[in-house]
């Protein structure tokens, strides 16, 4: 029996034979908020919180023992508030739109670009009912800072009782 159910996504890793060029476009272009890291015996690579989720990028040095993990077709999506105005900044410095905004549903907005590595960039302005959804979700305790903060009353509550 499965002890719990994957709730909560923690990482997303990008893996590039040439993580430098990866890194000016998700931070200079993109606008991600990333930052050199070191740890361990990793080489050096670049790492940001988006919300909850941890987005880094890795050279593929750092993965000698997995063969199979490098570089990759990946789809992300982020969410920006006006995706009118981003859109014409990306073409206004010369990113392509894979395809231009676009309706997804009766409320968002979605477009495309590509990162130099190939991976699908998407683009989405969501709409109310999406917020409505992740306001109900969390409520339902589907909060990542909520359920680490029971769990560690929990643990607390358990080691007074012994």
């Known amino acids: 029996?499965?002890?719990?159910?994957?709730?909560?996504?923690?990482?997303?890793?990008?893996?590039?034979?040439?993580?430098?060029?990866?890194?000016?476009?998700?931070?200079?272009?993109?606008?991600?908020?990333?930052?050199?890291?070191?740890?361990?015996?990793?080489?050096?690579?670049?790492?940001?919180?988006?919300?909850?989720?941890?987005?880094?990028?890795?050279?593929?040095?750092d993965y000698p023992e997995d063969r199979v993990t490098g570089v990759g077709a990946v789809k992300l999506a982020f969410m920006v508030f006006d995706l009118a105005a981003f859109a014409g900044w990306l073409e206004e410095r010369g990113i392509e739109l894979c395809y231009q905004p676009t309706q997804l549903g009766s409320e968002s907005l979605v477009t495309a670009v590509r990162d130099p590595d190939g991976n699908l960039i998407e683009l989405t302005e969501l709409g109310a009912g999406w917020f409505e959804h992740l306001k109900a979700h969390r409520a339902e305790g589907h909060d990542l800072i909520r359920r680490w903060s029971h769990q560690q009353d929990a643990s607390r509550a358990h080691t007074e009782t012994d």
């Not at 719990?4 to 998700?26: I, K, M, T």
């Not at 606008?31 to 050279?59: M, N, S, T």
């Open 1 to 61: 029996m499965r002890p719990e159910n994957l709730s909560f996504l923690s990482g997303v890793l990008l893996v590039s034979q040439d993580p430098e060029r990866l890194v000016a476009f998700y931070r200079d272009v993109l606008g991600v908020p990333l930052v050199e890291e070191r740890h361990g015996d990793a080489a050096p690579h670049w790492g940001c919180e988006l919300g909850d989720v941890h987005f880094a990028i890795h050279p593929v040095e």
